[in-house]
């Protein structure tokens, strides 16, 4: 059963306007959330996080907003440019104490921004 | 300061062989995940290591390994391959492991063909 699911594998958006994310989880342990940007034959770079105290976490153009009661987060990057074309990547770690390892992903949603 | 650095980037191997792939993490990181990246399955994590010790593992058959040297350095082992082991292979590290979450960061990957 996927506990973190990112519904659109793709999104098109012209450069300039809003790109907006989307990504649910259904496991209420989860307690940080992560988004990665992937490119073509690099690894997953890490963009932005939020700990599940917060609604919310700037970063620049990036926004990530967080919904605890309906389990949702989004991320939003604003102004979007062709470069942030890539696949992005909604990951969740849970509360089990100690270990850092156990990342959960979903399986991203392929961002185009056309010029 | 330099990235997560993964050896080799690309291999081939036939079905029934082993291979040894091997990450170092960024200076001064402690904690190193391994994670398969499959079209159909997506991220998934296989393990984790902090100070030598296997500290959290995944839902992957024992046909995989690891293991974390003094120096962090780490590797991962597939023995008997079968088809299905084709992947992109991620190691991520992060620095401390403790209970406050550290972000993990990614290398660029091994992208092991099994034929």
């Known amino acids: 059963d996927q506990q973190v699911k990112q519904n659109s594998p793709s999104l098109s958006v012209q450069e300039g306007r809003i790109s907006i994310l989307n990504c649910d989880y259904t496991?209420?342990?989860?307690?940080?959330f992560l988004w990665y940007k992937k490119y073509p034959a690099e690894g997953p770079t890490f963009l932005i996080s939020?700990?599940?105290?917060?609604d919310k976490n700037e970063d620049g153009r990036f926004t990530v907003f967080l919904n605890k009661s309906a389990k949702h987060l989004s991320l939003h990057i604003v102004p979007s440019q062709p470069g942030d074309s890539a696949v992005y990547f909604c990951?969740?770690?849970?509360?089990?104490?100690?270990?850092?390892?156990?990342?959960?992903f979903g399986k991203g949603t392929k961002l185009s921004v056309k010029p | 300061k330099a990235g997560v650095t993964q050896t080799p980037r690309y291999l081939i191997k036939t079905r029934g062989q082993q291979v040894t792939l091997s990450c170092s993490p960024i200076?001064?990181?402690?904690?190193v995940s391994w994670y398969q990246q499959t079209p159909g399955q997506g991220l998934q994590f296989l393990f984790e290591?902090?100070?030598?010790?296997?500290?959290n593992k995944g839902n992957f058959p024992g046909r995989f390994s690891g293991r974390q040297f003094s120096n962090s350095r780490s590797e991962m082992n597939v023995s008997t391959l079968e088809l299905g082991d084709s992947a992109l292979y991620l190691c991520a590290s992060s620095l401390a492991g403790g209970p406050v979450f550290d972000t993990q960061y990614f290398g660029p990957g091994t992208r092991l063909t099994v034929l």
């Open positions: 290591y902090f100070s030598e010790t296997q500290r």
């Open positions: 990951a969740a770690k849970g509360n089990y104490g100690g270990s850092q390892g156990n990342l959960i």
């Open positions: 939020i700990s599940s105290i917060k």
């Open positions: 200076s001064g990181h402690r904690s």
């Open positions: 496991n209420s342990m989860f307690d940080y």
